[in-house]
């Protein structure tokens, strides 16, 4: 266990990293882990549902991603942790967003091997049948991968992503409360149209805000990192930039701590990443031979021996605008995985921690 200091406005309050049981075995086989995949706490349960990996080869031996559609239900007793058996989506999907809302995890969007999705739907725990119970909700104007979610109140925001014509920029409210009004388009980001960023909401008692921190934009094989950071305030319906996070990140996670802080957990920085596609633009197009074979063997080196991504943790004071880092996880970070409040705890399930290669382990941070 590690402990790590962060400073709110009333008091430090002080982190505990603890590892729950990782993911079951399947038929027999440890479990490689998942990316991508949908999470939330419904009825005390934590809900691990859908995902994709490479089970039969990393991407440099040739493996293909393969997207999965189980649901992992682990229940707390007493003090213990125990996996129950598993379920199925509807589906095999990943690389959606997902939130929590009224005890029930709301999956939106995300992809397959073949197409993005717009279908919207919630998961709901019986935890005294031990059944998943799935139920549709409006579906997305478009449909949308990679994108992020936030609730406030009884709202549910969807901003930006890929869509089958580009990166996107616009921000999309439900009422949850008011189904058969379906979304509503509110004001595109003043900024670049991205993917892979993070998003939370935050109540200082008075004013709603959503905060979006970073994410990349891929234009013709060459991905952007960005840096810049906005809050949209929900009274006035507008749109404001936030000093930068000291760092690019892009798959990293963010939430809100209290009424004045954000902390944002791990990230890609995108460095490694830019090289690895340096070298795959060049394969494209050289010829078979021995520099094609070269470039390609320089491009599965770089992914094989990928030192990890960011491991830093930092926090903005949203009153004074301040960034500082707060701390460095003490394990794999790993990316293009939710944070999950359960209780007063939040969880980081699973995820990718180097290019191709998931990770089993469930986190807790109390």
């Not at 213990?80 to 809302?101: E, F, I, K, M």
């Not at 301040?322 to 409040?341: E, H, I």
């Amino acid at each position: 266990m590690t402990y790590l200091s962060v400073f709110s406005a009333s008091a430090q309050v002080k982190l505990r990293y603890t590892q729950l049981p990782d993911l079951p075995a399947l038929t027999g086989q440890p479990n490689p882990g998942v990316a991508g995949a949908f999470a939330g706490v419904s009825h005390g349960a934590l809900l691990i549902a859908g995902g994709a990996n490479f089970p039969n080869g990393f991407p440099w031996q040739g493996g293909t991603k393969v997207w999965h559609s189980t649901v992992y239900v682990l229940v707390r007793e007493g003090n213990r942790y125990r996996w129950q058996a598993t379920h199925q989506l509807d589906r095999p999907r990943a690389y959606g967003a997902s939130v929590v809302w009224n005890e029930q995890l709301i999956c939106v969007g995300g992809n397959d091997d073949k197409q993005r999705f717009a279908d919207v739907f919630s998961l709901q725990w019986n935890p005294s049948t031990a059944t998943l119970n799935q139920q549709s909700l409006p579906a997305l104007p478009i449909p949308l991968a990679n994108l992020a979610a936030a609730i406030s109140g009884n709202c549910l925001y969807v901003f930006g992503g890929e869509s089958d014509r580009g990166t996107e920029t616009g921000l999309y409210v439900l009422d949850l409360k008011a189904l058969t009004r379906g979304w509503q388009k509110l004001a595109d980001l003043p900024g670049p149209a991205r993917a892979y960023m993070a998003m939370t909401a935050q109540s200082d008692g008075t004013d709603q805000s959503l905060y979006v921190v970073g994410g990349r934009q891929t234009v013709n094989g060459v991905t952007t990192i960005y840096s810049d950071v906005y809050t949209y305030q929900i009274n006035r319906k507008q749109w404001q930039r936030l000093p930068d996070i000291p760092q690019p990140l892009a798959a990293h996670q963010v939430i809100a701590f209290g009424s004045q802080s954000l902390v944002v957990f791990g990230g890609d920085d995108g460095k490694r990443l830019q090289q690895i596609e340096a070298l795959s633009n060049q394969v494209k197009v050289l010829p078979a031979g021995a520099d094609k074979e070269k470039r390609t063997t320089e491009r599965n080196n770089l992914q094989i021996d990928h030192p990890g991504f960011i491991k830093t943790v930092w926090q903005l004071r949203t009153d004074t605008k301040t960034w500082s880092v707060v701390d460095t996880l003490p394990f794999p970070s790993p990316v293009t995985t939710p944070l999950v409040l359960w209780d007063n705890s939040i969880i980081i399930p699973s995820g990718e921690v180097t290019p191709g290669i998931r990770t089993p382990a469930i986190w807790k941070i109390d």
